[in-house]
C-alpha cells in the first residue's frame, strides 16, 4: 500500500477509508495514520494508555493539534467509548479584539476554527467534515471568553494554544473537567502573543511547575528535530531559536 503524507507533512498516512457519498460521518471515514516522530509516538502512547491529563508543548510545526485532534476524534466516534464529545478551547486573546471584526459572536469565532476545519478535511479527505462532526454534536468550539461556570462531563478537552492563556485563565479552563474526561494541554511558550505592555503574562510556565506535583502527568517536549512541516520551516525555527539564544 502506497504511504503518502498529509497535505501539511504533519502525519504520515498509512491506510485510507473508501470515499462514501453519505451525509453523516461514520468511524470508517476516518484515515488512519501512525507518528512520524518519536515525540508523535511517545504521545500516542500516552493516550493508549489511557491518560486523562497531557501536554504537548514545543516548537511549532510539530503536530502538536493534529495528533491530539485526530486520537480524540478516533475515541469520540468509537461508541465503545464513554466519550460523547470534543471540546476545542482556543484562547481568548483573539476574542479581545473580536469587536473590531464584522459579524456577531459565532460569525467571530469561525475565524479562529480555520486551523481545526483544516485538520478535519484532512483527516476524512471532505471539506465538511467539521460541520458534520458538529451536526452529529461530536465537537464543539468554544472560546477561553465564554467557559467560565461551564462543567465539561464524558469529553475529551483539548486546549490549543495555551501559551496564550494567563494563568486565570488556564485555571478556569482546568477547573472545568468534570467525570470521565480527559484534557490535552497544547502550546509553546515561545509564541506567546499576549501583550506584555498591558501586564498580560502567559500562565503556561507556572501550569506546568503546578502540575509537575499531580500524578499522571505525561508532558511531551516537541523539539526542532520533531518538525515535520516542511524544511523550510524546520531551518528557520532553528535559525530562530539560534539568535534568540544569542541574543539573550
Known amino acids: 500500500m502506497a504511504r503518502k503524507s498529509t497535505a501539511n507533512n504533519v502525519i504520515e498516512k498509512v491506510t485510507t477509508s473508501k470515499p462514501t457519498n453519505h451525509l453523516k460521518l461514520r468511524i470508517d471515514d476516518l484515515k488512519t495514520f501512525q507518528p512520524l516522530t518519536d515525540n508523535q509516538k511517545q504521545f500516542f502512547d500516552a493516550y493508549k494508555r489511557g491518560d486523562y491529563f497531557i501536554a504537548l508543548h514545543g516548537v511549532a510545526g510539530t503536530g502538536k493539534t493534529f495528533c491530539a485532534l485526530y486520537k480524540a476524534i478516533e475515541e469520540v466516534m468509537d461508541k465503545s467509548n464513554p466519550f460523547d464529545k470534543i471540546i476545542v478551547v482556543r484562547s481568548a486573546v483573539q476574542s479581545r479584539d473580536m469587536g473590531h471584526l464584522p459579524g456577531d459572536v459565532n460569525e467571530k469565532m469561525e475565524i479562529y476554527q480555520q486551523p481545526y476545519r483544516q485538520i478535519c478535511e484532512n483527516l476524512f479527505g471532505r471539506r465538511d467534515a467539521w460541520d458534520r462532526l458538529e451536526e452529529q454534536h461530536h465537537i464543539e468550539f468554544i472560546s477561553t471568553s465564554f467557559i467560565r461556570g461551564m462543567s465539561f462531563d464524558n469529553a475529551i478537552i483539548i486546549v490549543d494554544e495555551m501559551q496564550n492563556l494567563t494563568f486565570e485563565e488556564i485555571d478556569t479552563v482546568m477547573t472545568r473537567v468534570g467525570h470521565m474526561s480527559k484534557i490535552i494541554w497544547c502550546g509553546d511558550y515561545r509564541q506567546t502573543d499576549l501583550n506584555k505592555k498591558k501586564n498580560d503574562m502567559s500562565g503556561i510556565l507556572k501550569f506546568f511547575d503546578i502540575a509537575m506535583h499531580m500524578k499522571g502527568f ?13 524544511s523550510l520551516v524546520k531551518d528557520y525555527i532553528i535559525a530562530k531559536m539560534n539568535f534568540e539564544d544569542a541574543v539573550s
Not at 505525561?218 to 516542511?230: Q, W
Open 218 to 230: 505525561p508532558r511531551i517536549e516537541f523539539t526542532p528535530d520533531d518538525i515535520v512541516r516542511s
